[in-house]
């Protein structure tokens, strides 16, 4: 079983609607949560981080977190196809330095007009 | 706008070659990551530094691979001697020493003939 496990994809929505990317993690200690994007040929940039259980919201965005569940979601709202992208959930396991980030494999999202 | 930022963007080498890759932190942030990626592994952590000091590089072939830190401004990953198989994306990141978001340099691409 990998550490951090997404859907590899490709997830395809059209415009407008909410795309919805999961990612479960197995080790069931583990305290902060982060969302990635990367374009294409890009690097990844920061988009949300979570550590409470429950939503948090920013913009179009959503981090929705369930640590009984061990699983981490980022939904996106009115998606547009500017969002298209790789998008990697990254776990700071426990156990593991401050700061060291394990990253899932990244869901490809596309979003057709 | 503050940014990492590495050279070179692009490396095309020979087997057998030196390969030096280097990377600017943005300025105060004392945590320094190298990663690499490639379609089959995914992001995979190298090595990480804090304060300059290595933390973690078990991620790191150690037979071929090094990482340091000469001063706060710069981190060095040098593969010596290099291998087809090296062929991947460098990252480094970098992160501020009380949190544990990370920002993304553009990255190098090299690729071992």
């Known amino acids: 079983q990998k550490e951090v496990e997404q859907n590899s994809g490709p997830l395809s929505v059209p415009e407008g609607a909410i795309a919805s990317l999961n990612c479960t993690y197995s080790?069931?200690?583990?305290?902060?949560f982060f969302w990635y994007r990367q374009y294409s040929g890009k690097s990844p940039e920061l988009i949300m981080f979570?550590?409470?259980?429950g939503d948090k919201e920013d913009g179009r965005f959503t981090a929705q977190l369930n640590k009984a569940s061990q699983y981490v979601s980022l939904l996106i709202r009115d998606s547009q196809p500017s969002d298209s992208a790789t998008y990697l959930c990254?776990?700071?396991?426990?156990?593991?330095?401050?700061?060291?980030?394990?990253f899932g494999q990244g869901t490809i999202l596309t979003v057709h007009p | 706008d503050a940014r990492v930022t590495q050279t070179p963007r692009h490396k095309v080498t020979e087997m057998g070659q030196e390969v030096t890759m280097r990377c600017q932190p943005i300025?105060?942030?004392?945590?320094v990551f190298w990663y690499r990626q490639t379609m089959m592994q995914g992001l995979e952590l190298l090595a990480y530094?804090?304060?300059?000091?290595?933390?973690?590089d078990s991620g790191m072939p150690k037979d071929r691979f090094s990482a340091e830190m000469p001063d706060a401004t710069l981190a060095t990953l040098k593969i010596q001697p290099s291998e087809p198989r090296d062929s991947a994306v460098y990252f480094c990141?970098?992160?501020?020493?009380?949190?544990?978001?990370?920002?993304f340099g553009p990255g190098t691409r090299l690729l071992v003939l």
């Open positions: 530094f804090r304060n300059r000091a290595p933390l973690d």
């Open positions: 990254a776990v700071n396991m426990r156990g593991t330095s401050y700061g060291k980030l394990t």
């Open positions: 979570i550590y409470s259980n």
């Open positions: 990141a970098s992160g501020p020493d009380n949190q544990e978001t990370q920002y």
């Open positions: 080790d069931r200690g583990s305290q902060s």
């Open positions: 300025l105060g942030h004392n945590t």
